[in-house]
């Protein structure tokens, strides 16, 4: 039987390739390999990739109770930011409980509860910016996407029962990013050797000092969420502190400390910048601009923040969006219980096999002309879970999926009734690596052109003329 394909290049500069230039690393062995194939990076077996949806299929619904489990603790490289107790980093029957007691907390009709919280940090952010003043969207997104995680996640508001913790926590978790936002900072991630500590003037002492104050302040909300219940609060964290599993057990404190960090870094800078890709898309191109606002014009989102989820214009954008440069570029990985044949080429337990999204979202039988910004494929086609999964799939599906997806289209709606913009430079934006996540090169520049009243007045075809 043949031997699954690689790249002839050596493990160290695939490995560099893959920190500096992933989506174009994912595309020149996709070229060379075909759909299926095996890269030397992250893994001393190396990791298999497969972007055919019957294979994607296949790992995703057959894993810890089928042919293939999903081994969290080989996620080791997310564990600084996460923790040894995330979600994230666990397996099987552990995996299974912590999903259970947090996904109420996501279920798609809490959505209501956190609108005034999303329609209020969107309006704030945009309020501040002065007519005229060029900014990063990049950066609006994330302070909204902050305050609506510390809001609807922590229930934390500024000046909170005096001791503030909403104020203290931005600076620190924006740091902590900023840290390993570079290809060349998230190298630590990945090459634990430099990994070391040489106090807080070296950049790895330095992101554990604001990881050591970050702990401090969830560990002192933690602690005063128990001493002082109350039941009429309907933030996540509250919920979680009140969930109890088959076994009338809750969540320990490190456990809660862990899943917290993983919606603070995982929901909030995922969703800035898918926020920050949507508005550059949305401003690049006059007649997806102009679509838009007709279809918002129909709407009052103050009366009926639910309406927003339903649009089916706004829905294929959202989609497009997420589809074109898709934040998350692989799935986590599943491995096989026991040799077998996965696509025509032998595989053993302890191969580590991966849905590679990127390269599912450009695969061009399933979408032409991949690299062209068109939401209306995803009016003309329903899409399967395994051909457009920007979330991922199966047992490992982002939690926060329905909460991303609500935030990101009111966040949007709210923006385009409100305010007009004019992206701030003409040249195309490219995707680069920001973290462990895709996101836009410098930020997406923007200049804030103008006031709308709540409701939009002017009609799409005064836009496009």
Not at 7 to 24: F, K, S, Y
């Amino acid at each position: 039987m043949a031997t699954l394909p690689q790249p002839t290049t050596p493990t160290l500069l695939q490995n560099i390739h893959w920190i500096a230039r992933p989506h174009e690393f994912l595309e020149r062995n996709a070229a060379e390999l075909g759909t299926t194939f095996r890269v030397n990076i992250a893994n001393p077996k190396g990791l298999i990739w497969t972007s055919d949806p019957a294979l994607i299929q296949e790992i995703l619904t057959q894993d810890e109770n089928g042919r293939y489990t999903a081994p969290g603790e080989v996620n080791v490289t997310l564990a600084p930011l996460l923790g040894d107790r995330s979600m994230i980093m666990l397996s099987g029957s552990e995996h299974r409980r912590h999903r259970k007691l947090t996904m109420p907390a996501f279920h798609g009709e809490r959505m209501r509860a956190y609108t005034e919280a999303i329609l209020s940090a969107t309006r704030k952010a945009f309020g501040r910016i002065p007519s005229g003043d060029i900014f990063m969207t990049r950066a609006v997104m994330q302070e909204i996407t902050m305050d609506v995680i510390l809001t609807a996640v922590f229930g934390l508001q500024a000046d909170d029962r005096g001791n503030d913790r909403f104020a203290r926590i931005k600076p620190i978790v924006t740091n902590m990013l900023d840290m390993l936002a570079s290809p060349l900072s998230v190298s630590v991630l990945f090459f634990p050797i430099l990994q070391q500590d040489w106090g807080t003037w070296s950049p790895w002492g330095r992101f554990l000092e604001q990881r050591k104050q970050l702990d401090t302040l969830l560990f002192a909300e933690i602690a005063d969420r128990r001493a002082n219940p109350d039941p009429s609060r309907n933030d996540v964290l509250n919920m979680l502190l009140d969930t109890r599993d088959e076994d009338g057990e809750t969540l320990t404190d490190d456990e809660l400390r862990d899943e917290l960090m993983t919606m603070l870094f995982a929901g909030h800078e995922t969703t800035a910048t898918a926020l920050a890709w949507a508005t550059y898309w949305i401003h690049n191109d006059r007649q997806i601009y102009a679509n838009l606002i007709d279809e918002l014009g129909m709407i009052d989102i103050d009366a009926d923040p639910m309406t927003v989820f339903r649009l089916p214009y706004l829905t294929a954008v959202c989609n497009e969006t997420l589809r074109i440069y898709p934040v998350a570029m692989l799935t986590f990985p599943r491995t096989p219980i026991e040799p077998l044949e996965f696509g025509g080429y032998p595989i053993a337990p302890g191969d580590l096999l991966m849905a590679s999204i990127y390269l599912l979202h450009h695969n061009p039988t399933i979408y032409p002309d991949s690299k062209t910004f068109n939401p209306d494929r995803f009016l003309d086609r329903q899409y399967s879970p395994f051909e457009f999964m920007p979330f991922g799939a199966g047992s490992r599906r982002c939690l926060g999926m329905a909460l991303a997806q609500f935030e990101m289209k009111l966040v949007l709606a709210a923006l385009l009734q409100g305010w007009t913009l004019e992206l701030a430079e003409k040249t195309p934006v490219v995707p680069q690596r920001r973290g462990v996540t895709l996101g836009p090169k410098g930020g997406v520049l923007a200049k804030l052109t103008g006031v709308r009243s709540a409701r939009v007045q002017q009609s799409a075809a005064a836009i496009v003329g």
